[in-house]
């Protein structure tokens, strides 16, 4: 499940990432921003299954909450409002968002002890690596 996600995770490198948010329609300033940023993740899971996972970056953090799946409304950090669905599928988190026909797929999965996100639009991918915090 979620629990082996829980923790505070260091964006350590991040591939292709300038290429993926624009193919989501991110602009020019925002994409700069986001560039720079080194978010760190925070993930946790109260009593009653709801998930919390925070970016948090000098610029701005967000947050969403949800329940694994159960569909949602989300306000991207980029300032898409989308619907997500987030499930839990082979020990992966697999996060889709779907907003104006397009949709988005956000799979974070641990690997040697560090978080791997893979974010794919289109034919366009960019891989995300996290290290866990102490």
Known sequence: MVEQFVGT??????ENFDEYMKAIG???ATRQMGNMAKPNLVIS???????SMKSETTFKTTEIK????????ETT???RKTNTLITCENGKLVQQQTWEDKTTTLEREIQDGKLRAKCVMD???????YE???
């Open 9 to 14: 995770w260091t964006l350590l490198s991040s």
């Open 26 to 28: 991110v602009g020019f």
């Open 45 to 51: 899971v109260d009593d009653a299954g709801m998930v």
């Open 66 to 73: 949800f329940k694994l799946n159960e569909e949602f409304d």
């Open 77 to 79: 950090a980029d300032g």
């Open 123 to 129: 034919d366009v991918v960019a891989v995300r690596i």
């Open 132 to 134: 866990k915090g102490a």
